[in-house]
């Protein structure tokens, strides 16, 4: 594809229900990230894929946040028992060659738009 | 956490104006970035300016970089309402080269 796609554009759930959901980076792209966009705030970093592998989970609020990366391209966010908090804008974004090098150009996602009622 | 502040928060100005908006960081960076959101979805990345570069220009953009006072300006010139969005800086830090940290956000409102 194109650029980043993610699914659902919107979900709506209800307290203490499970949710997932889906990021399909760029192809070829090896590193992913997700952020999440709370109502009126700025973007807070959540989790980083190198791979499969998550180097870095610091930014995950709870554990109810989980995610993972398969076959070096999709990856799922799980937030588990749903609460009203919980409701953002969750984005995801990838980038092409190791993280580690200087030069950072995340292409991003249209984001999925959780609401929690 | 966010990394900084960026001021002002919003910004109306008319169709022709030229557009500034500031950023502020808090610790050593490797670059900044300059993002741009349209109805609080999807980013698209603008610009990026390394820590060793004071200015950079891309079409009618043009960012400064002062790392002494861990600060950063955008300047859209000869603004159109197209131009009508959230403006976000993000830095990228020494010890943590994939991780964007993200300012507030200016929004920008451009008048016909």
């Known amino acids: 594809g194109a650029g980043v796609s993610q699914s659902p554009s919107n979900k709506v759930t209800e307290k203490g229900k499970d949710v997932e959901l889906r990021c399909d980076p760029i192809?070829?792209?090896?590193?992913l990230y997700w952020y999440r966009q709370s109502l009126g705030q700025g973007l807070e970093f959540l989790i980083y894929?190198?791979?499969?592998?998550?180097?870095?989970k610091s930014g995950l609020p709870s554990d109810r946040f989980s995610a993972e990366r398969t076959g070096g391209s999709v990856s799922t966010l799980t937030i588990q028992r749903t609460q009203q908090e919980d409701s953002a804008v969750y984005l995801c974004?990838?980038?092409?060659?190791?993280?580690?090098?200087?030069?950072?150009?995340?292409?991003f996602g249209p984001g999925t738009r959780l609401t929690v009622l | 956490s966010q990394q900084g502040e960026e001021d002002p928060q919003a910004l109306s100005i008319q169709e022709g104006e030229n557009a500034t908006m500031n950023c502020s960081y808090k610790?050593?960076?490797?670059?900044l970035q300059w993002y741009r959101q349209n109805s609080g979805r999807g980013l698209v990345h603008l610009i990026l300016?390394?820590?060793?570069?004071r200015e950079k220009h891309s079409g009618r953009l043009r960012v400064t970089l002062d790392t002494s006072k861990k600060s950063s300006s955008l300047l859209i010139t000869a603004s159109r309402a197209a131009d009508t969005a959230s403006y976000f800086c993000?830095?990228?830090?020494?010890?943590?080269?994939?991780?964007?940290?993200f300012g507030s956000g200016t929004r920008l409102l451009v008048r016909p």
């Open positions: 974004a990838s980038s092409a060659g190791l993280a580690s090098f200087s030069y950072n150009e995340q292409f």
């Open positions: 192809s070829g792209h090896t590193a």
């Open positions: 894929f190198q791979g499969n592998s998550a180097p870095d």
């Open positions: 610790t050593s960076i490797n670059n």
């Open positions: 300016i390394r820590s060793n570069e």
């Open positions: 993000a830095t990228v830090s020494m010890d943590s080269s994939y991780k964007l940290i």
